[in-house]
């Protein structure tokens, strides 16, 4: 039997963000309800809050996941002092970094300005506590289970589906409509043969 704690429970694993990303590709970015089905199963289902925000927080292309830079230090104090408390608005203004990203930053700069020291704040603040689609993935369970490997067959065959079923239809409907057209050409050009050797 697997052990599973409560931090697991939320926890995003890297299924579930491969899984997220090709859905996104495949369905956009507002598309959410869709994509949520997809990451469901008998004991874990992932909202489609969880999904969007683990997309914008943590799984969209364009966040950087390096060191912030000096010059991107600079932009994000200037910008709260311009803007000071809109966070999403300052993220506009550092390309690449989220409103969750920068906010933490500054209060990184802050306490290094003030000289807080980092080990005290980690004691005062719990390892883990946090929103959960704002961390990394953890890793797969080589032994997972019955229900675990179907959902994520599932939604591979799902994803795999690229046209859907009305893109099915529509390809079947102007295969029928190719197969009336060649039978009425085919009755045509028979009855123009008829009439030829008659005469």
């Known amino acids: 039997m697997i052990n599973i704690t409560n931090d697991d429970i939320g926890m995003w694993t890297n299924m579930e963000d491969e899984i997220l990303m090709v859905a996104v590709m495949k369905f956009g970015e507002n598309q959410w309800p869709r994509i949520s089905n ?3 199963s008998n004991f874990f289902r992932k909202s489609t809050l969880q999904c969007k925000a683990r997309w914008f927080e943590w799984l969209q292309p364009r966040i950087k996941k390096t060191e912030w830079t000096r010059q991107e230090d600079e932009m994000l104090v200037h910008a709260v002092k311009v803007n ?3 966070w999403r608005t300052l993220a506009g203004g550092v390309v690449g970094r989220t409103a969750s990203e920068c906010i933490e930053r500054y209060q990184r700069l802050l306490d290094a300005a003030s000289g807080v020291d980092d080990d005290v704040q980690k004691l005062c603040r719990r390892e883990g506590d ?3 689609e704002l961390r990394r993935a953890r890793s797969d369970r ?3 289970e019955a229900n675990e490997a179907q959902m994520i067959s599932e939604a591979r065959a799902r994803l795999s589906n690229a046209m859907g079923n009305k893109g099915i239809r529509k390809v079947m409907e102007k295969q029928l409509e190719e197969s009336r057209n060649q039978l009425l050409d085919l009755i045509e050009n ?3 043969r008829n009439q030829c050797s008659v005469m």
Do not use: C, F, K
């Open 38 to 40: 997809l990451l469901s």
């Open 84 to 86: 000071p408390g809109q």
């Open 130 to 132: 946090g929103d959960r």
């Open 142 to 144: 080589v032994d997972m």
């Open 190 to 192: 028979t009855r123009i």
